[in-house]
């Protein structure tokens, strides 16, 4: 059977959201008088990826990340920063340019008016819109799920709930979650009933039907 509707991530699946939070780090570091290095960033998103899955799972609330993650961060290296100061740097840094995961563009044109395409995001719905917006990329989407706006969030089954009652009605057999997370999208497709696609990774995993290195790999298992 054939794939009708196609339910995406954004961040690290579409959207380059690593490549972005470099400026944003990046900005950070130099108001505090730090360079930026490679490493520094990889400290960064190692520290963030841990807030997030915390999020995830229930443990915390959103808020929380923003208002801990840069005091934790900037404490590696000795400074007590304001770390609400800190975030709105880092927000501005990352909003300031859109970059792309490959082959972005030839994918969202190749599933353009073949398929649903909706995008579900955990991410900031301000800086979720601005990017969007920016990116000239929005177009493609017959709806963005924004998860603030939803009143919860992935993998819950009730935020799957919900996008399935904007959208629907729908057959989940013809539908399959794209994601690069496997806690956060893979088992959110899991929670939903729905096949599953990680992007980007190639270890095996039972939350997964199928793994691909590059978005072009998916519009044959659309297809099949």
Same mark, same amino acid.
């Given at each position: 059977? &054939?794939?009708?509707?196609?339910?995406?991530?954004? !961040?690290?699946? #579409?959207?380059?959201? %690593?490549?972005? &939070?470099?400026?944003?780090?990046?900005?950070? #570091?130099?108001?505090?008088?730090?360079? +930026?290095? =490679? =490493?520094?960033?990889? #400290? +960064?998103? &190692?520290?963030?990826?841990?807030?997030?899955?915390?999020? $995830?799972?229930?443990?915390?609330?959103?808020?929380?990340?923003? @208002?801990?993650?840069?005091?934790?961060? /900037?404490?590696?290296?000795?400074? =007590?920063? !304001?770390?609400?100061?800190?975030? %709105?740097?880092?927000? $501005?840094?990352?909003?300031?340019?859109?970059?792309?995961m490959p082959h972005c563009k030839e994918f969202l044109d190749a599933v353009k008016g073949k398929y649903k395409l909706y995008a579900l995001t955990n991410g900031v719905t301000?800086?979720?819109?601005?990017?969007?917006?920016?990116?000239?990329?929005?177009?493609?989407? %017959?709806?963005?799920?924004?998860?603030?706006?939803?009143?919860?969030?992935? *993998?819950?089954?009730?935020?799957? !709930?919900?996008?399935?009652?904007?959208?629907? *009605?729908?057959?989940?057999?013809?539908?399959? /979650?794209?994601?690069?997370?496997?806690?956060?999208? /893979?088992?959110?497709?899991?929670?939903?009933?729905?096949?599953?696609? #990680?992007?980007?990774?190639? =270890?095996? %995993?039972?939350?997964? !039907?199928?793994?691909? @290195?590059?978005?072009?790999?998916?519009? *044959?298992?659309?297809?099949?």
């Amino acid at each position: 059977m &054939s794939y009708e509707i196609i339910l995406t991530d954004i !961040d690290n699946t #579409l959207f380059d959201f %690593d490549r972005g &939070s470099a400026a944003g780090v990046e900005k950070v #570091l130099e108001y505090y008088g730090l360079t +930026y290095t =490679e =490493e520094r960033l990889q #400290l +960064y998103l &190692s520290e963030n990826d841990k807030l997030w899955k915390q999020y $995830e799972q229930g443990l915390i609330p959103k808020d929380h990340i923003f @208002k801990t993650r840069f005091q934790t961060y /900037m404490a590696l290296f000795g400074i =007590e920063a !304001d770390p609400i100061f800190a975030n %709105d740097l880092y927000v $501005e840094g990352l909003k300031e340019k859109v970059y792309f995961m490959p082959h972005c563009k030839e994918f969202l044109d190749a599933v353009k008016g073949k398929y649903k395409l909706y995008a579900l995001t955990n991410g900031v719905t301000l800086t979720q819109q601005v990017r969007m917006e920016r990116s000239g990329m929005a177009h493609y989407f %017959d709806g963005i799920f924004i998860s603030e706006q939803m009143g919860c969030k992935k *993998p819950e089954k009730a935020f799957f !709930d919900k996008v399935f009652d904007a959208i629907g *009605p729908v057959d989940k057999r013809k539908c399959i /979650m794209l994601g690069d997370s496997l806690t956060s999208d /893979m088992q959110g497709g899991r929670n939903a009933g729905v096949d599953t696609c #990680l992007v980007g990774q190639i =270890e095996a %995993d039972p939350r997964c !039907d199928y793994i691909i @290195k590059d978005l072009m790999e998916l519009l *044959p298992i659309l297809e099949q």
